[in-house]
């Protein structure tokens, strides 16, 4: 019997939320989805926690300094579809962060911008599922 194995990639994501209903996305500089808007995040790189990776991944793309410990994670995504490039595994987290924080675009992102959480635009791979996710238990 032949087994076979698909390579699989582990990421991480961030659901960046203040005070009063807006949440943090970066538009996309790359493809997939290249122009398109997601939630920050990114590869876990060897050795590291998917918790650090989603610090060091949010303070890269929109410069929000977020220590792992005030990440609450919110779920594994892992549809086989999630991502066109192959099987990405993410670990995503919510991070609440000061009214009037600002972000500015880092590593990846062309933007960093809060939006309001009833404004969202489309969001690129199933984002918008983790955002829906992430907010479940906010708006019980």
């Known amino acids: 019997m032949t087994e076979t194995f698909e390579t699989i990639r582990y990421t991480a994501d961030v659901v960046a939320l203040r005070p009063g209903g807006e949440i943090l996305l970066i538009e996309r500089d790359w493809p997939p989805f290249e122009g398109a808007w997601a939630l920050p995040g990114g590869h876990v790189d060897p050795g590291e926690t998917s918790r650090a990776a989603a610090a060091r991944e ?11 410990g005030n990440l609450r994670q ?21 991070a609440v962060v000061r009214a009037g924080t600002l972000a500015v675009a ?33 708006s019980d």
């Open 58 to 68: 949010l303070g890269e793309e929109t410069g929000l300094q977020v220590e792992p």
């Open 74 to 94: 919110v779920g594994v995504f892992d549809q086989p579809d999630r991502d066109p490039r192959g099987r990405y595994v993410t670990v995503a987290y919510v």
């Open 106 to 138: 880092g590593d990846d992102a062309r933007t960093a911008k809060w939006f309001p959480l009833d404004a969202l635009p489309p969001l690129a791979f199933d984002h918008a599922d983790i955002v829906d996710v992430a907010l479940g238990p906010l």
